[in-house]
């Protein structure tokens, strides 16, 4: 139980401050309107793993390094130990290799368990750090939302985890992250989130997804089919985006993708993409004007969602000055 004295305290900054959330530990809160794009909080790692398939031994190693204090900071944190055993499966596949087996064995046991343990906490705060996983004690505080007004990315040129207003946030509002991936169904995210030890109850979660007057229903469809956006233009982005430039109709499914993601609110750096793609589409089809505009949306939605600092910026910068300059070329 949350007492006044224990609640952790943000490190000093204007924009949010840390609360009791009955249910869910603690949470972070605006303390004033917060503007897309603004970076809410870069935060450094404490506890570093540096592989993706970590194993308790590598946990132990890495908490080994930190000083006592660091070792009292990691164990202040939220822990997904004390989980029901029977909602869980209670067989690994005969084909799982060995350490694979071991592997799930232990963060099984860290959930079933007690008490918290250097894996309960770890599994539900770490996040992605190049090649492996590491936990913020900062960013750790932020919960989760289906629909989140702010993303985080880890950024290498900085060392920091950062976290970016996605939306305009109100004063008071809690400032959330997605766990998951925001394009997945509810079933997956429900699956996913289980991992964390708890049942989301946002708007996308809790409503009826049945009944076409709910915020869920939409939400459900515009996921539904980002997916089979998604499908039907894997094979021609990225390395193979010249296919996509002469494939009919490529383009209006990119303008469905941004439009969709956009309405559900998702302003990552997966929005930017589709920006930048279409950009690349137009000016292969000699179509500059439309380029240059959409290299724009790209170049501000990853601006907002992760930072001009953030080593990608500076390829999507780059298309918008060639596209400039193509647009200024041609008018003079
Ligand atoms: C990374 S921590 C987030 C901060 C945490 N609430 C705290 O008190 O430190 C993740 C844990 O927070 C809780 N949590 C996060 N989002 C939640 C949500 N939408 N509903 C209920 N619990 C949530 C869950 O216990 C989850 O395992």
Redesign the pocket.
């Known amino acids: 139980m949350a007492t006044v004295e224990s609640i952790?305290v943000a490190p000093p900054n204007e924009y949010y401050e840390i609360r009791a959330?009955p249910?869910?530990?603690?949470?972070c809160f605006a303390l004033k309107a917060i503007k897309r794009g603004t970076r809410i909080l870069a935060d450094d790692p404490l506890l570093v793993v540096p592989m993706a398939n970590y194993m308790q031994r590598d946990i132990q190693e890495a908490f080994e390094k930190l000083s006592p204090e660091q070792k009292a900071q990691y164990f202040t944190?939220?822990s997904?130990h004390g989980q029901d055993a029977r909602k869980w499966p209670s067989r690994i596949h005969e084909s799982v290799a060995e350490q694979e087996r071991q592997r799930i064995q232990e963060q099984h046991q860290a959930r079933i368990g007690k008490e918290p343990t250097l894996i309960s906490i770890f599994q539900?705060?770490c996040m992605e750090m190049d090649q492996g996983a590491a936990v913020f004690p900062h960013a750790?505080?932020?919960?989760?939302?289906c629909n989140p007004n702010a993303c985080f990315t880890w950024n290498s040129a900085i060392g920091k985890e950062t976290i970016h207003a996605m939306s305009d946030i109100s004063s008071g509002e809690e400032v959330?992250i997605s766990?998951c991936d925001m394009v997945h169904d509810k079933k997956l995210r429900s699956w996913e989130l289980k991992h964390?030890?708890?049942v989301?109850?946002?708007r996308a979660c809790g409503e009826d997804e049945d009944d076409e007057s709910t915020f869920a229903y939409q939400s459900a469809t515009r996921r539904f089919r980002l997916q089979e956006l998604e499908r039907e233009t894997r094979f021609l982005r990225g390395s193979r985006l010249e296919c996509g430039a002469r494939e009919e109709g490529f383009v209006k499914k990119l303008l469905e993708m941004a439009a969709l993601h956009q309405q559900e609110g998702d302003y990552t750096a997966r929005l930017a993409t589709v920006f930048l793609d279409m950009a690349l589409v137009c000016e292969f089809n000699k179509d500059i004007r439309m380029a240059a505009l959409t290299a724009a949306k790209a170049v501000q939605v990853k601006k907002d969602c992760q930072g001009a600092d953030f080593a990608e910026y500076a390829k999507y910068a780059a298309v918008l000055a060639r596209l400039n300059a193509k647009l200024a070329e041609r008018k003079a």
């Open positions: 952790p959330i249910g869910k530990g603690y949470g944190l939220h997904g539900i705060n750790a505080r932020f919960n989760h939302n959330t766990y964390y030890g708890f989301c109850d946002c």
